[in-house]
């Protein structure tokens, strides 16, 4: 199985252009089909919901494209960020190698698209989350 590539959703309840739609990660892909093979999923679309947001570190607004917009049957919706465990905590390291660097680059990028992600559902009634491989298993997915 790829690590990402075209995903054919339920077009019953995907909202947005069906034909676009990809998987990023194994894990993006168990997303996508639990989305579609959950009744309590009314509607769900892929990284159709941007969000401006501003990064500390080049003072720029940026692009936030979600990965995940869900609609439940009772109303709820949730905007949900897929990410490693590891990438929503601080870098532990303290060595100022180019890996570091780059981790710690990344770690405050996220933060900001998660404040801007946070504040966009407020506003408009929903709700964010971030799954990550913990989540995942608790919502029974194997990978």
Known sequence: MAYSGKYNPNPAKYRGDVTKVTYRSLWELH???????????KYWSSEEVVVPYFWDIDKKMHRYYVDL???????????VEIKPDKQTKPPTTRKRTKRHISE?????RNQCKWKAASEYCKDNGYEFQIWTENELKKMGMKF
Do not use: A, H, Q, R
């Open 69 to 79: 917009k869900i609609t439940f049957t009772e109303g709820k919706v949730i905007l």
């Open 104 to 108: 710690s680059l990344e770690y405050v």
């Open 31 to 41: 997303c996508f089909k639990w989305c579609d093979d959950n009744p309590s999923v």
